[in-house]
């Protein structure tokens, strides 16, 4: 298993608080043991949902007023963060 970050991700975690950063490492850990030990996308232990439409095959998850858009790959169990914003301007791509 691995967790892989795009430029776009590293960039804003780079310039965010480090409260925030640490939200936000927390949750993607979540998800990659859920992932990792159980086999499934903890939709409901987080804020998590299936994009639609652009974004189709993405998901979406919510830490505070930053959205991570971030897919994975059941078989190899990679988790792959596309990008990280606020909330207004992460879907603008």
Do not use: C, H
């Not at 930053?66 to 963060?81: G, K, L, V």
């Amino acid at each position: 298993m691995a967790i892989k970050f795009r430029k776009r991700a590293i960039k804003f975690l780079n310039k965010a608080n480090p409260e925030d950063v640490e939200n936000i490492r927390e949750q993607i850990n979540q998800i990659a043991v859920a992932v990792e030990q159980l086999g499934i996308i903890p939709f409901t232990e987080l804020d998590i949902k299936k994009m639609k439409g652009d974004w189709e095959g993405f998901y979406r998850l919510r830490v505070g007023k930053n959205r991570i858009i971030f897919t994975i790959d059941m078989d190899s169990q990679d988790i792959e963060i596309y990008a990280i914003g606020a909330r207004g301007d992460i879907y603008k791509s």
